[in-house]
Every structure is written in C-alpha cells, then in structure tokens.
C-alpha cells in the first residue's frame, strides 16, 4: 500500500487549514478550492472518496467530538426546531429535491430521482458553525445549527436506503420505509441509551489516563458498529452516547479531560481539513462517464438542483419557525419571539458536505436484474455540484450576510458577569471546606503552606473579576494578557535553569521531563485562571 498520498492529503489539508485560520474567508472554503486547483495538477494521485472508509471510519469520530462539545441542556432547550430541520427539513428536500429532478431530468426514474434527493438533503454545519462562532451569532442560532448537524445525517442516511430499495428494485413499500426509517431512529438510540451507562461506567473506573484516552477514541467507533449490526442508525447512536459522556464529563479524572481535550481537537482538525479537501478533489472522478450530459445541459441540471436545494430550506425553515408558535400559546410563553434575520440565517446556512457525496459514491453500479443503475454518473455529478455549488456560495457570502443584518451576538459582558458570580459561589464553598479540612490535626500544614492554598482560591476567584476591568495604560493590555506574559516570562526562566542543570549533568533526563511536565501543568493553569 503506498502511504504518501495519504501523507500528502494530511499534511496539506492541515497547512491549508492553518493559514485559514489567518484569513477572513473561513478554512472548509480554503480547502475545497485548494482541493479543485490541486486535482488538475499533473502527478497529483487521484483521490476517490470510499464510503466505506467515510461513513464507520469518519464520520463517527467527527460526530462525537462535535457531541461532546455541545450542550445537552442548550439542545433539549432547542429540541423542536433542531428535529423540524433534522427530520422534517431532511424529508421535505428529498421529496422537493427528488421531484424537481424527476420533472427537469429526461429519463430519470423517480425512484432515482429520490435516492439524488436524499443525497443532497443533509446539510453539513461544520462551516457554518465555524461561521458562526467566528462572527458571534447568538448562541440560539449556533445550538440548532449545531444540532441539525448532528442527527440529519441519520435521516438522511435512512431515506437514501428506502429510495435506493426501490430504485434497484427490491420492492419497497411506503409502510416498509416508515418502518425501516422508524427501526434505524429508535434503534440508534436505543443501543445509544444501552451502551451509554457502561460506556461512562469503565472511564470512570479505568485509573489510567492512557488506556482512558484510548478508551475514548475508540467510543464512537463501537457505538457506530454496533448500532449497525443491528441495522440501526449508528449516527444516532454515535451521538445519544457522546452527549451523555460530553454532559458527564466532569466525572473523568482531570488528567483524563486535559489529555482528551487535546487528543480530540487534534483528530477533528486533521479529519475536518482532509474531508474538505477531499471535496475539491472529487472533480476528476466526478467527470468521467458523464458522457451524453457533458456542457450545457449538465449546467442547466446542476443549477436547477442547486436552486431547489437552496429555496426548499426558506420554504421550510420560515413556517417550522412561525406557524408553531401561532398555533401553541405554550410555545409563545416558553419561548422568546424569533425574528425574520435569525430565520434568514438558519435559511442561507444550509451548505452541503462530505456526507453528501459519501453517500452518492456508494450507490451501486447496478440494479437487480444486471442493468446498469440508472443515470448514476449524473447523480454523482450533480451531487458534487450542489456541494460546492452551496459551499461557495453560500459559505462566501454568509459571514457578510451576519453583519448586514446586525444580529445581536454573543453579550461577552454578560457572560463574564455569570461566570464571575458562580466563580465567587465555588470559592467561597472551596474556603469554608479548606479550613474545615485545617481544623483537623490530622491535615496539618506549615502556616506557608496553608496560606499559598487559600491565596490560589482567592486568586482563582477575583481573576474573572478583574477581566472586566480596564486594560494597563501604558502597554494596552488586559489584565489576563499581562498575567499571562508574566506567569510565561517567569516559568520559561526556572525552564532554561533546568536544561542548563541537564545539559551540565546535574539531573538526567528522566528528571527534566518531569521538572518539565510540572512547569507545563502550572502554565496551563495560570492560563486557565486568566480566562
């Protein structure tokens, strides 16, 4: 097996990546059109995206580290809009999408209309979040757009086998696709339900923080297998397991959750950018065997789809977000009066992704009976042209979109005053418990000692507190940024003492690295307390 395509694809969707971060235009665009340049470059391999590796290798620890990083609470907060987009939505742009393909598209089946229909009705939040955090959308907006992300996959996943059933002809049934759609939802959650307890049960009794963060990577793949085996979503159960563990996480040893928060960021990051450049990479494949379509007609198709795809969301999203709240006055009372911009920016922020296209590689090359399955090199086609179509478009422009309307953001004052209250609530339970735990002769500690233990909670509990004050007048820093080029300045001197005592034979290594590891501890730390 040659490795160096891969290694090229990891280490260039990363540099890309990086420099995105840099650049007004977010990442996930950076890299498609990186991955469009570079799939014309002579000597470049051609990549072909396996849906077999995509959706159990891929998918399932990019769900479960976007699970564990969102807020259970927030999503049963938001339950009926993010199911009316996951669901719903999901269902009404297969049908919409699959009919207008069916009335457009001479020759093809409805039946395989449907199956393009499905392809193409998950959209793929992972920009459009990034989006949003990076312009500061209020928090209601990012908790649906987030949620959507996470279970419309498995409503698609489900309408794409119903309609592929019927299009390769193995008699599908409306009640058959209710009942199949019905056993994959309660399924993948019930065997998330099932495996979530013993799953958080061994982190919590595994004392060992490697075996522990091994543990974890291996989670998503196991409740994504196992849901599977029994013809369930394994999406569902991917998630229902994530946002238990992600909600219990406080329970895990803390050297455990230092570890992890790492590891996981470091395997979103990579698998993220490499599944964005796979994107653009898809053109080649994508070109060949479009024969007779090629040219105008192919471009009149793709635009039609496209415009379907982009108008059912507006046709959905507007009455899913009003007509409820006409109809219940419960809902008018628990909830606060949603405006015509968060309505348009839940709309426009319907891009596409890779899930689509992994989808539309693993339709078969034939029916029952030998015939060729029909029209399947133009459902890739315009598949691939409604990703990127949405992508483009839409990622481009939705950042300037977010500032034209004026959204109100995040209230960073606000949040800061929350945080400081329950900061001063904690300290004071953690100094009345301390000096209970003084009283007692058995924990007895030289004055100094004590007195560095009630400074760390006095200092931990006036840090938030002083964020809110004002920058130093002189150098124009915060508080936090002068706290933490101190606390850098002072720690990166007892770390140069400490090689210098290694490289002059003092202490060998095995003690600088734990001389080392110390200090890295201490700086996170005061990292942590500066906010």
């Known amino acids: 097996m040659n490795v160096m395509p891969l290694l090229l694809l990891v280490a260039g969707s990363a540099a890309i990546a990086a420099a995105g971060r840099r650049s007004p235009v977010p990442a996930p665009l950076l890299l498609v059109a990186a991955g469009l340049a570079v799939s014309y470059v002579p000597g470049v391999p051609e990549y072909t995206l396996d849906p077999h590796i995509v959706l159990p290798l891929v998918l399932p620890p990019l769900l479960h580290s976007a699970a564990t990083d969102s807020s259970y609470l927030d999503l049963r907060a938001q339950l009926r809009p993010v199911m009316l987009l996951s669901v719903g939505y999901v269902l009404f742009a297969t049908f919409a999408v699959g009919w207008v393909a ?15 229909g499905a392809v193409v009705a998950p959209p793929d939040a ?27 996959d498995a409503t698609a996943i489900t309408a794409y086998r119903v309609a592929l059933a019927a299009a390769v002809g193995e008699g599908a049934t409306w009640a058959g696709g209710i009942g199949e759609f019905l056993l994959a939802a309660l399924g993948g959650i019930g065997m998330g339900v099932v495996l979530m307890v013993p799953l958080h049960w061994l982190r919590t009794h595994v004392k060992e923080a ?20 029994v013809h369930a979503s394994g999406v569902l159960a991917v998630v229902v397991v ?4 992600g909600h219990r996480a406080w329970e895990v040893d803390f050297a455990t959750r230092l570890q992890e928060e790492a590891v996981w960021k470091m395997v ?17 494949v994508v070109l060949k065997g479009l024969g007779e379509y090629e040219g105008g007609r192919a471009a009149w198709y793709a635009f039609a789809v496209f415009a379907v795809v982009v108008v059912s969301r507006f046709v959905w999203v507007y009455p899913a977000t009003f007509l409820p709240r006409m109809l219940s006055a419960r809902i008018r009372e628990r909830e606060d009066d949603p405006t015509w911009k968060g309505a348009f920016v839940v709309s426009w922020a319907g891009m596409r992704g890779v899930v689509s296209l992994a989808i539309a590689f693993s339709i078969p090359l034939t029916v029952h009976g030998g015939a060729d399955f029909p029209e399947r090199n133009l459902i890739l086609f315009l598949t691939f042209t409604t990703v990127i179509g949405t992508l483009v478009v839409q990622g481009v422009t939705l950042p300037p979109l977010i500032r034209v309307l004026k959204l109100p953001g995040r209230d960073a004052q606000a949040e800061t005053l929350a945080e400081a209250n329950a900061q001063a609530q904690a300290s004071r339970a953690a100094e009345r418990r301390l000096e209970e735990l003084l009283s007692d002769e058995r924990n007895a500690l030289p004055e100094p000692l004590a007195d560095r233990l009630r400074a760390v909670l006095e200092r931990r509990r006036n840090s938030v507190w002083e964020r809110l004050g004002q920058s130093n007048p002189v150098t124009g820093e915060s508080v936090d940024d002068t706290y933490r080029r101190l606390s850098r300045e002072v720690i990166g001197a007892e770390r140069a003492v400490f090689v210098k005592l290694r490289d002059g034979r003092y202490i060998d290594d095995e003690m600088l690295r734990t001389l080392l590891r110390r200090l890295d501890l201490e700086e996170a730390a005061a990292y942590r307390e500066a906010g």
């Open 102 to 116: 069916y009335l457009v598209v001479p020759d093809l089946p409805l039946t395989a209309a449907l199956v393009l």
């Open 126 to 152: 992972v920009a459009a979040t990034a989006v949003a955090r990076r312009v500061g959308l209020p928090s209601r907006i990012t908790t649906i757009l987030q949620g959507e992300s996470l279970v419309n």
């Open 210 to 229: 490697l075996l522990q963060n091994t543990l974890s990577l291996l989670i998503p793949f196991v409740a994504y297998a196992a849901a599977e085996q």
């Open 242 to 245: 994530a946002l238990y563990l």
């Open 268 to 284: 979103a990051f990579v698998l993220e950018s490499a599944v964005f450049a796979l994107i653009g990479l898809q053109l080649p």
